[in-house]
């Protein structure tokens, strides 16, 4: 035996009520008329206050914004990601030669892969690091 869905919406719509109880609806599917004046939700069709109707706007630009913003976060740390790589490969790619080592951009001396065989040893602040070089103490 098969069973028949019935969408609840279709038996009120056939009735000659609306597809759904004004008090539940969230206004999702609204539309701005121009002509007339007035905005209605085509799910319960009711006319939408205008405050509510400029409300439910002001919270999808919201949501938007916020959305764009998490992105534009993630698409900065995936290139400062991508910049650490680089600076890796072009160490790894020099100290792949025969001859050849980096020196370090502050005291030219050698860079050599044993010294950081280990690991790396000491380290510091990005930031402190950055502002020692523009005042040329390191």
């Known amino acids: 035996m098969r069973s028949t869905v019935v969408d609840i919406g279709d038996v009120r719509a056939a009735r000659g009520e609306t597809r759904r ?7 999702l599917n609204q539309v701005f008329d121009k002509d007339e004046r007035r905005v209605w939700c085509t799910d319960c069709e009711s006319e939408v206050e205008p405050f ?8 999808n630009m919201t949501g938007a914004v916020e959305k764009l913003k998490r992105r ?7 290139e400062s990601f991508q910049a650490r790589s ?12 025969k001859n050849m080592t980096p020196l370090c951009p502050c005291c030219d ?6 010294d950081f065989a280990n690991g790396v040893q000491s380290q510091m602040d990005r930031n ?11």
């Open 72 to 78: 534009e976060q993630a698409v900065k740390e995936a």
């Open 128 to 138: 402190l690091a950055r502002k020692m070089r523009r005042r040329g103490d390191a």
């Open 21 to 27: 109880h004004a008090g539940r609806c969230n206004h």
């Open 52 to 59: 509510d109707a400029y409300l439910k706007l002001v919270e």
């Open 109 to 114: 001396k050698g860079l050599l892969p044993e």
């Open 86 to 97: 680089r600076a890796v490969k072009a160490l790894d790619q020099v100290w792949r030669s």
